[in-house]
Structures are given as C-alpha cells and as structure tokens.
C-alpha cells in the first residue's frame, strides 16, 4: 500500500473521530439530566447546585464545555463518574477489553466457520448442501439476538443440561479455563448471529464469481477446479465479506448489548446500560465515543484489507 493511500486514511479517521466526539458530546447535553442535580440530590438547594456546576465548569457555554471535555479525552481523562465517583477511563477500558475477548473469539470462529460453509453452498449450488446451509443461514439472520440468548440460556444453561453457567464473568489471568466456561453462551451466540450474516454474502458474492468470465477463462486454459475456486473466485468474493465483518466488529464491541445483558457479562454494551439507568453522562459519553471509534478504526481496516486484495483500490 503506498504512503499516500494510509496517509489519507489516516486523515479521514482523524476527521471522523473529531466529528463523532462533538455529536457524542452534543447528544449527551441534550439528555435530560443534571449532573449537579444527580450528584447533590433533589432536595440540594439553589446554591448548592450553582456552586457545583461552576466547579464543574457547567455554567460555561457548550463549546468551552466540548473544549475541555475533548482535551482531557485526548489526555486520557474520561471524566468522573457520577454515579460511583471514580475515574471513567478505567472502568470503561476494562469493560472494552472483556467485550473485546468476545469479539475477538467469535471473529475467529465466523472467519473459520462462515467462509467455508459460503464457500461450499456456493460451488454445490441447488444441492442438498446448499439448501441446508442456505436454510441454517436464513433461521441465523431471522433469530433475533434475545430470542437466541435466551434460547441457549435456558437450554445449556439450564438444569436439565447444565452444561454452561448462566451469567458472570470470569478472569483468564485468574482462571482461563473458567473464564472459557463462563463465555461460551455469549461467543456461541453472536457465533450464529454472525456466522449467518457471513456466510450468505460470501455464498452469493462466490456464486456471481463463479459465473464470470475470467473464472470461465480460467477454467476454459485447464486450470484444476480447487485452483480456479481458491485463488480466483474466493480473493474476489472476499471484498464484500470484509466489510460485514469490518462491521461485526463494531458491533460486537457496542452492539451486543442485549446478549452481554441476557447473560450478565460485565462488558462495554451492559457498562452503557448500566450508565443510562443512572444517568451517568460522563460514562455515556466515554462509552459511546468508545463505540464509534471502534468502527471507524474497523472501517479504516477495512480499506486495508480491501486495498491488499485489489491493488486498484489504492490508486483510484
């Protein structure tokens, strides 16, 4: 990839982060809530609460607010909490890795269990194994994330089964093979959900390929059938591909909050909940900040991974 290709994005990921942080910030101003007020009581008086937001710096106009919110993000100070009165950055960060060992377990098994079945559906297209992954990837996508929680829930985690516990969370610097026990319901989950997603767009993008005329070409100079479908049709269908999964990773960072909410996983979805419940701002705007960051850095990796496939890209 050339110097100026990863300069420009680069840039356009400065931009988009600067632009998230000021809808973020503006979103969380308009709620309505307090921080004087939480913080004090409703029984707090007048002067109480306006010595409170000068200390705060609540009187200031919005932009010096933004200002200094900004910059102490960018130093690394997420703010105070108002509900625990500790430092945000930490327990946001923490939240973000353990939704991160989520992410990162059920990537890898999309990537080995998604592509492949794609794959397969796609070469075998009208047979037995197409109709049932095509049947298995339709059920995936109509399964709302809840249903299939609770589903999994009560069925593994359930006394006649028992195989899974139902909720918590568990170190893999305390324990790893426990904390493996405790985040098998939730990986297995998104698993599904994802794997769904995955594999329909990489069976109908390795269908299309196949049809095409370079592969025809390709297959017409005598190139063997495992040739012609891995290093020909599957680098081209890929493209599609990366960008869902660019996706899912914005997703499983933020986006399963309702699965880390079923199985009471102490992640970055159930720290936001936890955080609109009690009106905490600065640890909405920490989380949702964190939120979109995650994927534009995802979008940005994206294009790389665009770029390394098709050399054209970078030039256009």
Do not use: C
């Not at 999964?245 to 960072?253: E, K, M, P, R, V």
């Amino acid at each position: 990839m050339s110097v100026v290709f990863i300069a420009k994005r680069l840039f356009y990921l400065a931009l988009t982060a600067l632009l998230v942080s000021a809808i973020v910030f503006a979103v969380t101003q308009i709620l309505p809530a307090n921080a004087a007020q939480l913080i004090l009581g409703e029984y707090a008086t007048d002067e109480a609460l306006a010595a409170l937001n000068a200390k705060l710096g609540l009187d200031q106009p919005a932009w010096v607010q933004y200002w200094d919110w900004l910059s102490g993000v960018l130093g690394g100070d997420f703010g105070t909490s108002l509900r625990t009165g500790q430092p945000v950055g930490p327990v946001i960060m923490a939240a973000f890795g353990r939704s991160a060992i989520l992410a990162a377990f059920s990537l890898v098994l999309v990537t080995i269990i998604a592509i492949p079945l794609g794959v397969l559906a796609a070469t075998r297209r009208g047979r037995p194994t197409d109709v049932a992954v095509s049947f298995v990837s339709y059920l995936g996508v109509s399964l709302p994330e809840f249903v299939l929680a609770t589903l999994l829930l009560a069925w593994l985690a359930g006394p006649s089964v028992g195989l899974f516990p139902a909720s918590g969370y568990t170190s893999f610097m305390d324990d790893p093979l426990d904390a493996l026990h405790h985040i098998a319901l939730p990986v297995i989950t998104l698993t599904i959900i994802l794997t769904a997603h995955v594999s329909r767009m990489v069976r109908s993008e390795m269908a299309d390929t196949l049809d095409s005329d370079f592969v025809r070409a390709a297959r017409l100079r005598g190139l063997g059938r495992r040739r012609v479908v891995f290093h020909h049709a599957l680098p081209n269908s890929l493209l599609p591909a990366i960008t869902v999964i660019a996706l899912d990773i914005g997703y499983l960072i933020g986006g399963v909050i309702v699965v880390e909410e079923v199985f009471a996983f102490p992640g970055l979805g159930r720290q936001l909940i936890l955080a609109i419940q009690n009106r905490d701002l600065p640890m909405l705007q920490a989380g949702a900040l964190v939120m979109a960051l995650t994927y534009a850095v995802a979008n940005l990796l994206a294009d790389f991974a665009y770029a390394a496939l098709d050399k054209r890209i970078q030039f256009e």
